[in-house]
């Protein structure tokens, strides 16, 4: 993994995703930690993609902007630092109008099997 290193995937927002369904707000938007889940998802790729494993450790994002279901998503995923195993992301979600969250995401690199037989 090397720092410039990305990934980006298109995501339509689903009506099972809002704020509503999830309870994490009241209205039928796109919600928060749908957003998070998928810029998660897009940085766990990028590492899948060099053969890593990987467990997310922490977030801190911006929801900018709202959005209805059906919208279509990019997230991105950019490596900004490696130290170790801890890999540092710059992440984003953006729609054909432009940015709706952004922010940074850490990941820890793992041996899945280790990893599981110490929460067993």
Not at 44 to 68: F, K, M, P
Not at 79 to 107: C, F, P, W
């Amino acid at each position: 993994m090397n720092p410039g290193n990305t990934y980006t995937l298109k995501h339509i927002a689903a009506e099972n995703e809002t704020a509503e369904v999830l309870g994490s707000g009241g209205l039928p938007v796109y919600s928060t930690p749908s957003m998070i889940c998928l810029m998660e998802l897009a940085a766990y790729r990028l590492a899948e993609a060099e053969g890593l494993q990987t467990v997310g450790t922490r977030v801190n994002i911006s929801h900018l902007r709202a959005c209805r279901p059906g919208t279509e998503l990019t997230a991105t995923a950019e490596i900004v630092a490696v130290d170790g195993r801890k890999l540092t992301y710059k992440v984003a979600v953006s729609d054909s109008t432009g940015l709706i969250g952004e922010g940074e995401h850490e990941r820890f690199v793992i041996d899945p099997e280790r990893f599981m037989a110490k929460i067993k």
